[in-house]
């Protein structure tokens, strides 16, 4: 049966939010904080189970390799996972299954679209913090497999646009991955919108009234670009997309957004905003487009009788 993509959800990954959730593998305890977001996943949570995913594929900023596009390639993963810039809130212990068939599918077809593209196989490998978070936000059960991708962070070493077409390229080679290998699949682009944040942090960092926009550009910025999105108007998005992350400093400079709308064919339907919060400063938004409701793939099948 061909595979399909289900939905996509934008849902960054500062991992002040595990810190939040006071979870069991996390170290660090807090009083809290950053509720409107952690109940904007908690709705994330509750649509993406009835999607019933086969595999979630998650694409982090944070895992960053210079030389061509990775994909975690180890069936099994297991140890800590600690945020260089925030070790005090974040110091994981994380265990996850990869669904290695599809990340060398995905990693196939992105090699046959011109793209450097390589299979991650250290069995001590390290994930990252955006991956973790990202996940861990979106089901903390752990129970789907999914599949890591690099940002190769072209748009950096090259310029925004060319970073981006590689980014649009590697969105087809993945759809085209999930469609061969028969795949119901949810795809996670882990960003943040405008990243200007501060560079002091509260003594305590879940101190609620110390959180706002570190600049009000950058969350007009943010208002704006979900606006449209709301209204589905994604072309007029991504026509927009390079000023954005110009002049807001944006997240998405580094690739998971497009690479999600590319693999999703760019529907111009309405994304269903489940919350806007900032987290240092920084503007972030948990979104949904959800397929199945948009008429674009199929529900789940009923469970056997
Ligand atoms: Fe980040």
């Excluded at 390079?242 to 690479?259: C, H, L, N, R, Y």
Aim: include cysteine.
């Amino acid at each position: 049966m061909k595979g399909s993509i289900v939905g996509g959800y934008l849902a960054p990954h500062p991992p002040h939010l595990v810190y939040g959730e006071n979870p069991p593998q996390n170290e660090p305890r807090s009083q809290g904080g950053w509720e409107p977001l952690r109940w904007a996943y908690e709705k994330a949570r509750a649509s993406l189970e009835a999607l019933k995913p086969d595999v979630l594929l998650v694409h982090s900023p944070h895992w960053m390799t210079q030389v061509g596009h990775h994909f975690l390639g180890v069936p099994h993963l297991s140890g800590k996972s600690v945020d260089p810039i925030f070790p005090n809130l974040f110091r994981y212990s994380f265990e996850l299954d990869v669904d290695v068939e599809l990340a060398e599918a995905c990693c196939e077809e992105a090699r046959e679209a011109g793209l450097v593209a390589k299979m991650m196989r250290n069995p001590n490998f390290r994930v990252d913090y955006g991956t973790i978070t990202t996940l861990h936000m979106m089901r903390p059960q752990w129970d789907i497999p999914i599949v890591g991708l690099s940002a190769n962070n072209s748009p950096y070493y090259l310029n925004t646009k060319e970073g981006l077409q590689e980014m649009d390229l590697l969105g087809k080679a993945t759809r085209r991955a999930i469609e061969r290998t028969g795949r119901r699949a949810v795809l996670l682009a882990s960003n943040t919108l405008s990243h200007w944040h501060f560079h002091e942090e509260p003594e305590l960092p879940e101190d609620m009234t110390r959180e706002h926009p570190e600049r009000f550009d950058g969350y007009k910025w943010d208002v704006r670009v979900i606006d449209m999105l709301r209204r589905g108007e994604v072309d007029e998005y991504f026509k927009l997309q390079p000023q954005f992350i110009e002049e807001a400093f944006a997240e998405v400079k580094s690739g998971a957004f497009t690479w999600m709308f590319a693999a999703m064919g760019y529907p111009n339907i309405p994304g269903e905003l489940h919350g806007y919060g900032t987290v240092i400063g920084t503007g972030n938004a948990v979104m949904e487009w959800n397929l199945v409701e948009a008429g674009l793939a199929d529900a789940p099948a009923k469970a056997a009788a």
